[in-house]
């Protein structure tokens, strides 16, 4: 399958400050996804991206898909507690094998 | 709407012996994953159905572990005999569409091999 590398892979914040992770690619991605795994949990979908330069905002969340649907990014503007956990990158396959492939994710520790 | 059931939720077994996980996804959804994670990993696909039939089983270690979903519904994961790197949790996840859309996890089955 289609590899996603992450950066970081920890990120250590101070509460109220903001925090990206990255996800690259060296093919082109037909869509990327992101999920969010809380510590002990399991891994929930935020959002799809499909469109070249596409960007999305949920709330203080905003994504991005690269002009050349190769990266994408996830920002979070001003961090709480409750946003401590691991972010996934996601693409599909395609073809045949078309099996959901994650990034090795990056692990956000917000200290208060 | 119910979630994606999994169980068992947490299982030690020692090397050589064997263990099965059940999966019993959303209902309606055609398309069942298994994945492996590893502690501080990504999940890793390890076989993918489409109803009941495998779509993709490439990364599936297939002298020691095996898959089915007989009736096109719910799935079950065995291990056998199970190594010590087999520890880690064993996520079920079911989708509606096959190639796109979003993966709806279960809470996942925590394997400890001793």
């Known amino acids: 399958g289609q590899q996603v590398m992450q950066i970081p892979q920890y990120q250590h914040v101070q509460e109220g400050e903001d925090f990206t992770t990255y996800c690259n690619s060296s093919t082109t991605l037909s869509n990327i996804q992101w999920y969010k795994q809380r510590p002990g949990g399991h891994p929930v979908f935020l959002i799809q991206?499909?469109?070249?330069?596409e960007v999305k905002k949920q709330k203080r969340l905003t994504f991005q898909f690269g002009e050349a649907k190769k990266n994408s990014s996830l920002h979070i503007t001003a961090t709480q507690t409750t946003d401590v956990g691991t972010y996934f990158c996601?693409?599909?396959?395609?073809?045949?094998?078309?099996?959901?492939?994650f990034g090795k994710g990056t692990h956000l520790i917000i200290q208060p | 709407e119910a979630g994606v059931a999994q169980s068992p939720r947490y299982k030690i077994i020692e090397k050589r012996q064997s263990v099965a996980f059940w999966c019993n996804p959303i209902?309606?959804?055609?398309?069942l994953y298994w994945y492996q994670q590893i502690l501080g990993q990504g999940p890793k696909l390890l076989i993918q159905f489409q109803n009941n039939g495998v779509v993709d089983d490439s990364q599936l270690p297939k002298d020691r572990f095996s898959a089915e979903r007989l009736k096109g519904v719910d799935s079950t994961l065995k291990i056998q005999p199970a190594k010590l790197e087999d520890s880690a949790v064993y996520l079920c996840?079911?989708?509606?569409?096959?190639?796109?859309?979003?993966?709806?996890f279960g809470e996942g089955s925590r394997l400890t091999v001793l």
């Open positions: 991206l499909v469109k070249s330069g």
């Open positions: 209902s309606g959804h055609a398309t």
């Open positions: 996840a079911s989708s509606p569409y096959r190639g796109t859309g979003e993966l709806f």
């Open positions: 996601a693409s599909y396959s395609g073809g045949g094998a078309d099996g959901l492939t």
